[in-house]
């Protein structure tokens, strides 16, 4: 019987003692304590290691259908499309059989609280089964993730705004604003989309002009357009709208301070049972890839709408949704790197040239190794960039939810810290780099193939095309290299000390490591913090021109004077070499933390290592040597 679980012995090793789940495990059993484990919710597993054997049959039973039900049928998904039939916008008939199979499954409330309705995973466990299902299909993965990561979505706002109710004996939610929201979704009844993108502010939400407006009678309305919003079509609209002007003469970013954030339906049920329409599609689009994901231009028209929490934090919200998005779109990436991988491989292997099957061709075995390695190195970082956003979250609504002593709510506190900072460093990393290497590996799957890969017969050039959106959506790779670029200069630029502090370890690391493989790692991190020391210098050397040289303290008064949106040109340039060197030391530390926990990690270690150590040359050399002519110009 064929499992995309089962024939995964990577993905499995994180299921399989390879990453500790007990503190997300208690975060997600309102057992937040530092004491014994009590996963005290009513009809909870008995213990943490009962929790994770039931995350097991969960995935494997999503492994099984997917491999069995969804992947044989990638020539109906491939041709599928959504259409237009009235006002409204449908599913092929095959997307609409499957997305109802995965709800009569379960997958809906997969990480939905049990008294709500759901099965009370974390949120990792359905990212781990969208990875299975973008594996099949990438199209069904992205109209599947918009049920869950919705329904999550609006149980944290309506935590973190305080209108959940919440028992305490025993623990459990009673009640919150967005329950039709919540159980809809659960039921399989709707789903819903998050709508920021319109046709004058993509990247740049700044720009945004739909308003959000508040009438004489308390309520709120939201008129504007949007447009490119994956799996639009469907009931509930988390919507990004201005509220606050920008005063004249405010520079490009002020907008970000007038943006709040609104449920909106798109439409109603009247009394008679028919749909009642409160926002209307404006189109659907014919695209290169993800063919049977619907994606529309919606218009509102004064369409009633609730404010989520405070006017004026639209754009703080609207990063929960969108950091939760860029996650999924890692493991989105790693399941169709994965099909890539997997047919290059079965190709090769039958494929005869010159006296041998290619996959005995120096080049393509190695072609297919690097292909390997890079997929492994990603759902590292996947996991553990969703692991750190989840724990962050859940420490959140266990603030607002579950009462622990005084000691206790401190360690927390810290947990939640460290697990935000982690995960606001990790994510741009991830979405960057899944996405530029799945467009890599998927071209390669490609030229693997031939002449066969160019053709729709073998249904690896669609693998290709569905790729080529991930280095788009969700915030495009130059965004995420920019957020990158900013947050580790900045963290440096306000903690000088500690950043020396930093650099001292590496260099000592990298000279003084237990082994090679650790000096090696020592060697990357060291790269990638010398290349900040570098790109700060030439920044501060230029701050301090405007500064008199005599004055005490200029070098410390340049430092705090940074501007990023006027003065780190140079490090704009650069911001996908430092990326890139970022993303490298990274995952080499968390691939080395592994193996020294499980010997049988050591090999994709010193593979990642043989690769990541000559690249973090090439682009220290290329971004301590270049830019100045192109800045020049400019």
């Not at 097991?56 to 039939?85: C, I, M, N, Q, Y």
Request: one cysteine or more.
């Amino acid at each position: 019987m064929p499992s995309f679980y089962d024939d995964n012995a990577d993905l499995r090793w994180y299921l399989e003692g390879g990453i500790d789940l007990e503190l997300l495990i208690r975060l997600t059993e309102y057992d937040p304590g530092g004491g014994p484990v009590q996963l005290a919710a009513p009809d909870a597993p008995a213990s943490v290691a009962e929790a994770i054997a039931g995350y097991r049959d969960l995935l494997g039973a999503v492994g099984t259908f997917v491999a069995e039900s969804v992947a044989p049928r990638w020539r109906e998904l491939a041709e599928a499309h959504p259409k237009r039939v009235g006002a409204d916008i449908e599913d092929a008939p095959v997307v609409r059989e499957l997305t109802q199979a995965f709800g009569e499954m379960g997958l809906f409330g997969l990480n939905v609280p049990r008294e709500l309705g759901g099965l009370n995973a974390p949120m990792l466990i359905f990212q781990l089964s969208q990875e299975m299902i973008a594996r099949a299909d990438t199209s069904l993965c992205a109209h599947v993730g918009f049920h869950g990561g919705i329904a999550m979505a609006a149980l944290l706002y309506n935590v973190l705004e305080g209108s959940a109710t919440f028992s305490a004996s025993p623990p459990r939610i009673d009640d919150l604003r967005f329950r039709e929201l919540l159980d809809e979704i659960v039921a399989g009844r709707a789903w819903g989309s998050m709508d920021i993108t319109e046709p004058s502010a993509g990247s740049d939400m700044a720009a945004i002009r739909t308003r959000g407006e508040l009438g004489p009678d308390g309520r709120w309305t939201v008129t504007g357009q949007k447009l490119f919003i994956t799996s639009g079509h469907g009931r509930w609209h988390f919507v990004i709208a201005r509220t606050e002007d920008v005063a004249e003469g405010a520079d490009a970013f002020a907008g970000l301070n007038g943006l709040s954030l609104f449920l909106v339906k798109a439409w109603d049920w009247g009394a008679d049972g028919e749909k009642r329409w409160l926002a209307s599609f404006s189109g659907v689009e014919e695209k290169l890839g993800h063919t049977a994901s619907a994606t529309v231009a919606l218009s509102y028209e004064q369409s009633p709408a609730e404010l989520v929490g405070e006017r004026g934090r639209g754009f703080q919200q609207m990063l929960v949704l969108m950091n939760n998005a860029r996650i999924s779109v890692g493991f989105e990436c790693l399941g169709v790197a994965e099909a890539a991988w997997r047919a290059a491989t079965a190709y090769a292997a039958e494929r005869p040239s010159m006296g041998k099957t290619i996959n005995k061709h120096e080049m393509i075995a190695e072609l297919l190794e690097n292909m390997e390695t890079d997929i492994q190195a990603i759902r590292a970082l996947a996991v553990t960039a969703a692991v750190n956003e989840e724990v962050a979250q859940k420490v959140a609504i266990a603030r607002k939810l579950v009462h622990v002593d005084a000691q206790r709510q401190t360690e927390l506190d810290r947990i939640g810290r460290r697990a935000q900072r982690r995960s606001r460093m990790l994510t741009p990393l991830l979405k960057w780099y899944a996405a530029e290497r799945c467009v890599e590996i998927t071209r390669e799957c490609v030229q693997v193939h031939g002449g066969s890969g160019y053709i729709r017969e073998t249904g690896v050039e669609r693998l290709l095309r569905d790729a080529m959106v991930f280095p788009i959506y969700e915030g495009t790779s130059q965004i995420q290299a920019l957020m990158a670029m900013k947050d580790t200069l900045l963290d440096a630029v306000r903690g000088p000390t500690r950043f020396l502090n930093r650099l001292a370890k590496a260099r000592w690391r990298a000279a003084t490591g237990a082994d090679a493989d650790e000096r090696a790692v020592g060697t990357l991190r060291l790269r990638a913090l010398q290349a900040v020391e570098f790109l700060l210098t030439k920044l501060g050397a230029a701050k301090l021109k405007e500064l008199p040289l005599s004055r005490p303290g200029a070098w410390s008064a340049a430092l705090r004077q940074f501007d990023p949106k006027r003065d780190f040109s140079l490090a704009m340039l650069h911001a996908d070499r430092l990326t890139g060197l970022l993303t490298d030391a990274v995952i080499a530390e968390i691939l080395l933390e592994q193996a020294q926990k499980d010997p049988g990690r050591r090999p994709l270690l010193q593979r990642w290592l043989e690769r990541a150590v000559p690249r973090a040359e090439y682009r220290y050399t290329v971004l301590t040597t270049t830019g100045s002519r192109l800045l020049a110009r400019l």
